[in-house]
């Protein structure tokens, strides 16, 4: 489907995205288009934090839950952006849909979800992604690929019977955003850009056009 197909079908993913009153309508509504022309991973998300030294560190995740708070995504607390998120809980996400040509930005601070959350979320996934949630020490040297086969192995063999329960450094973190940005490309590089922002997760959004 064409961008100019989409526009008249839906303005406020398209031309006049900057009629929305929210960021979470309108976010919903471009993820949506993204499922439908994306090849890969639509859901795909930069995670940026920063370390202790204040150094800024980047990786890709992906969004596994949206709501009225905000961003979700899954991790072990125990690798560096567990601990960077530990030490400094806020984060920054990037969006980039190149095949719609648009890209929305976050920012705000972090919190960690309930156990049940976590509990519920982690039910749902392929057992080997259970197995794998308990084997790897991710982001933790590995001294070579056999290390990490033989801990699936044994994973595998202890959780041999019945369900693989979470582990208790695996959960989800939710970005509670307070500036929520929409670019879309035009010609010229003239992009349409708004950002919606507020002092706190817990205050009105306030909405403010920006030049390209």
Same mark, same amino acid.
């Given at each position: 489907?064409?961008? $100019? ?8 993913? $398209? ?12 976010? $919903? ?24 030294? #204040?150094?800024?560190? @980047?990786?890709? %995740?992906? *969004?596994?839950?949206?709501d009225a708070r905000g961003f979700v995504f899954f991790?072990? =607390? ?7 998120? /530990? ?9 980039? &849909?190149?095949s719609l040509r648009r890209q929305v930005r976050v ?27 308990? @084997?790897?020490?991710?982001? !933790? ?8 086969? @033989? /801990? ?7 959780? @041999?019977?019945?369900? %693989?329960?979470?582990? +208790?450094?695996? =959960? #989800? ?9 929409? &670019?879309?490309?035009? +010609?010229?590089?003239?992009?349409? !850009?708004? %950002?919606?922002?507020?002092? $706190?997760?817990?205050?009105? &959004?306030?909405? =403010? !056009? *920006?030049?390209?």
């Amino acid at each position: 489907m064409s961008d $100019s197909a989409m526009e008249t079908q839906n303005p406020l993913t $398209s031309g006049d995205f900057t009629a929305a009153g929210e960021p979470f309508r309108l976010f $919903s509504e471009w993820l949506a288009d993204a499922e439908r022309s994306e090849p890969n991973d639509p859901n795909a998300m930069m995670l940026a934090t920063v370390d202790a030294d #204040g150094l800024p560190d @980047a990786r890709m %995740v992906l *969004l596994k839950g949206l709501d009225a708070r905000g961003f979700v995504f899954f991790t072990n =607390t125990e690798s560096n952006k567990g601990r960077e998120l /530990a030490t400094n809980p806020k984060a920054a996400l990037v969006f980039h &849909w190149k095949s719609l040509r648009r890209q929305v930005r976050v920012r705000g601070p972090v919190e960690q979800v309930t156990d049940a959350e976590a509990d519920a979320y982690f039910a749902t996934r392929p057992r080997l992604s259970q197995i794998g949630a308990w @084997a790897s020490q991710q982001s !933790r040297p590995l001294e070579g690929r056999f290390a990490l086969e @033989a /801990a699936v192995a044994t994973t595998t063999a202890r959780y @041999a019977i019945g369900t %693989v329960p979470r582990p +208790p450094h695996w =959960t #989800g973190f939710r970005i509670l955003p307070v500036a929520v940005e929409f &670019w879309h490309d035009r +010609p010229f590089r003239l992009h349409d !850009r708004i %950002v919606f922002s507020r002092p $706190s997760a817990e205050d009105a &959004w306030e909405k =403010t !056009r *920006l030049y390209p």
